[in-house]
């Protein structure tokens, strides 16, 4: 009975406690947004993430944490382009917090404020996992991420008027840092233009863009299609006429296509960290590109 | 062109001649005075221009600053409150998300299905293991979107292999509610237990536990209104309830005004680390029945009618656990279910039989009963899944009162086991095989074998927990 009590007192706190808490209680859906959000606002945010590195974003349960976290956040932010598609609308909607909707202040979608890549021309699911909006993953080119930043900052300040000239600040101060280290990314990894690379997901195609990499083909016979051995042995017949460097996958993703092509085609692995946390080096969003220019020259070599 | 401004100015410098004073009049001192207006008119627009010069400088050395700073986003104070991707547009895009769910399946069944029951708990909904040889099974037609800024709308059609179209779902859901309550209205499935609120092509099994066809008739529906309600702590506690016209089974429909059937529900859940999440929950659901009439053998080995009229009382603890190492469940995963039904009924008991009898009696009743499944489902490599499962039902306590002289309180234990496997090559299709042995009346055992397709098309499913 007393443990029931103080359950009941506990329940009685939160719920009186919770609005009471940081300024603004963000709902981030993957790493690269919450640690966004934390570059931006610092202590005035308190930064929940859904999903961790490990996770294929696409692949999430509405699970009742989620439906708990969304129902006291301000603001929930999305990278929106179909990622997300099934499982935040049902988390949003069973939380009953109408703050998040789709379409209000406190809903933001990140690929909305970038340009979206591979829009597909035919859109039929025969084509594989197909996302209408086109490619989701706009976190790996960096600039991508300031062109957010910018567009996240605003949101915040909207949302947290009396912290206004803090966000702009922390803008300013992050963006600064963020343009040098792009620049230093784009020197380092002036080697990278022109390496021929394969990608056992299409999930790179903002990264090989931005540092100007050759995609030969793709593991995968249809985006989100798990590869098999016919699939695999056509791509090693292309690589031998049109040799690559390495293969590329996300940290998330399961090894044993990369190992068997690379085992054969007699190139490197390099297993890239595809968002904060992705491996012991991305620890912030700076950790995150560090790594990766670092895995991409190694395995240019 | 010119002719008609000249009428204007003209007049304008006439009035001028007229009105204003004339200069050759003036003083020094009002010469003196006017320029001095003259000058400090000019020096106070002159310090305005230069304030203005002043802040268009500073704004346009600002944005080369950040311009700079942020080669990439060439436009960012710009973009920053404006989206790039410009929305769709045209009649289309206003067009519902539609989706449509096809089903087929072969089964073979040892026994007739025809002559299914569930020994010792009263028929009702739609029970059973479903016809031999090839079928369809229910294909469903879905459409929802958004009405307008206060509403949501579902509509989940289901057409029948045997060509007859009913309504599976169609509700509104009120989106503006204040205190984060979420109020649905219209048909529904109740959100009692965990599988109930679940379609059918959703299940792991192609068939209901026997728990839920024995207690809810399959799956319970309603007509009514439900609000639910999730506290705002990062703890997931969720309540629900809901009232309705109470015609679904173990009800029934009693043509009266007012409230036919009450439920409340209860949830709670969340991650243990990375791989686990877990959601316990509590139902009861309170419904009544008017001449629910089926037939039942009595101690004579009569075909009799029998029929209650009462309350029915129904309380379920249901559990969900999933793992996936890290959350990632897109090579190998585990998910633990179960159910747990006590129902407890109350009221009249009629029993009629035409045979050499030829009476019907009427007496008080009650009944106590209980059931349970616990199944697993193991996904052990990408797209492959297998599934086990055991079905129990309790007939627990039934009191006939008077009638007991014709009618026997049940005592055979009906139970199930269950496996599969299947084969889920994307989001949108599976195949599954399934095989059962049921055990549904004493002395009969039904061996079960099922295989079955089911095709998704249309706008993406939600991954429902």
């Known amino acids: 009975m007393t443990s029931f009590k103080s359950w009941l007192l506990a329940v ?51 699970k009742p944490s989620l439906i708990a976290r969304a129902r006291g956040a301000d603001l929930v932010v999305a990278t929106g382009a179909e990622l997300e598609i099934g499982w935040l609308p049902l988390v949003t909607q069973q939380a009953g917090n109408p703050k998040v909707q789709a379409g209000k202040p406190g809903y933001f979608e990140a690929a909305s404020f970038v340009t979206i890549l591979d829009k597909p021309a035919r859109l039929d699911r025969a084509e594989g996992d197909v996302h209408a909006a086109g490619d989701p993953h706009i976190q790996t080119d960096p600039r991508n991420i300031a062109r957010v930043a910018g567009a996240l900052s605003a949101r915040l300040a909207e949302l947290d008027p009396g912290n206004a000239a803090f966000y702009q ?19 380092e ?23 100007g990499m050759k995609e030969v083909a793709s593991l995968e016979p249809k985006p989100g299609v798990e590869p098999t051995i016919a699939h695999l042995s056509e791509v090693l017949e292309t690589v031998q006429r049109q040799p690559v460097k390495m293969v590329i996958r996300a940290a998330y993703q399961s090894d044993r296509a990369s190992q068997w092509i690379a085992e054969r085609a007699k190139i490197n692995v390099v297993v890239l960290p595809f968002t904060v946390g992705g491996d012991d080096a991305a620890k912030d969003l700076f950790g995150l590109f560090d790594d990766t220019v670092q895995r991409l020259l190694k395995g240019a070599q | 062109m010119a002719k008609p401004s000249l009428l204007p100015r003209a007049l304008s410098v006439a009035l001028a001649l007229l009105l204003s004073p004339p200069l ?96 010792g708990f009263a028929p009702g909904g739609d029970i059973g293991p479903g016809r031999r040889g090839f079928s369809l099974s229910e294909s469903e037609l879905a459409i929802s979107a958004n009405v307008d800024h206060l509403f949501a709308g579902n509509l989940i059609v289901s057409l029948t292999p045997e060509n007859t179209v009913s309504v599976e779902e169609a509700y509104g859901v009120y989106t503006a509610a204040p205190y984060g309550l979420v109020p649905k209205f219209g048909r529904f499935f109740s959100g009692l237990g965990y599988m109930n609120e679940q379609h059918q092509h959703a299940w792991d099994f192609i068939d209901a536990p026997l728990a839920y066809q024995a207690f809810l008739g399959g799956q319970y529906g309603n007509d009514g209104l439900q609000v639910k309600w999730v506290a705002p702590i990062d703890q997931f506690l969720e309540f629900g309830a809901e009232v309705g016209n109470g015609d679904s089974f173990p009800g029934s429909a009693r043509n009266k005004n007012g409230v036919g059937s009450g439920v409340v529900y209860a949830h709670t859940g969340g ?53 996936a190492p890290n959350g990632n469940a897109q090579n190998t995963n585990f998910k633990l279910q179960g159910e747990y039904f006590w129902r407890r009924e109350s009221g009249d008991f009629t029993y009629d039989v035409d045979g050499a009898l030829g009476l019907t009696n009427t007496s008080a009743y009650t009944s106590r009963q209980t ?80 295989l079955q397709y089911i095709l998704t098309l249309g706008a993406h499913g939600a991954h429902k927990f």
């Open chain 2, 271 to 323: 991650d243990i680390g990375a791989s686990h999440s877990l959601r316990v929950g509590i139902s009861y659901l309170q419904t009544r029945a008017r001449d629910r009439d089926y037939s039942q053998l009595d101690r004579a080995g009569n075909d009799a009618q029998v029929g209650f009229n009462g309350t029915s009382h129904v309380a379920i603890a249901d559990f969900i656990w999933k793992y």
């Open chain 2, 371 to 450: 059931g349970w499944y616990l199944q697993g489902v193991y996904q052990f490599m990408p797209y492959w899944r297998a599934g086990v499962r055991y079905d129990r039902l309790d007939p627990g306590h039934v009191n006939y009162g008077a009638n007991a002289a014709y009618l026997e309180s049940p005592a055979f234990h009906p139970e199930r086991y269950t496996l599969m496997v299947d084969y889920t090559p994307s989001e949108f299709s599976r195949v599954r095989l399934q095989w059962g042995q049921s055990k549904t009346q004493a002395g009969v055992t039904d061996n079960q074998l099922f």
């Open chain 1, 12 to 62: 009685a706190l939160g719920v009186w406690a919770a609005p009471a808490l940081a300024n603004l209680n963000v709902f981030a859906t993957v790493p690269e947004w919450g640690a966004l959000v934390e570059e931006l606002g610092g202590d005035k945010v308190k930064v929940y993430t859904a999903t961790n590195a490990l996770q294929d974003p696409h692949h999430v349960e509405a």
């Open chain 1, 189 to 211: 990894a002036a080697p990278l233009r022109g390496v021929a690379i394969l990608v056992q997901h299409k999930a790179f195609t903002y990264l090989i863009a931005w540092l």
């Open chain 2, 24 to 119: 050759y009049a003036a003083s020094d001192a009002e010469v003196a005075e006017i320029r001095e207006q003259i000058r400090q008119i000019r020096e106070s627009y002159e310090a305005r221009l230069q304030a203005l010069e002043q802040r268009l400088k500073d704004a346009e050395a600002a944005r080369v600053k950040e311009a700079t700073a942020a080669p990439a986003a060439a436009a960012a104070p710009l973009a920053a409150a404006a989206p790039i991707s410009s929305p769709a547009s045209g009649i289309a895009a206003f067009n519902p998300a539609i989706s449509a769910v096809l089903q087929g399946r072969y089964a073979n069944l040892s026994q007739d299905p025809e002559k299914f029951s569930i020994a």
């Open chain 1, 169 to 187: 600040t922390r803008y300013k101060a992050f963006a600064d840092r963020w343009n040098a280290a792009i620049a230093r990314w784009e020197k």
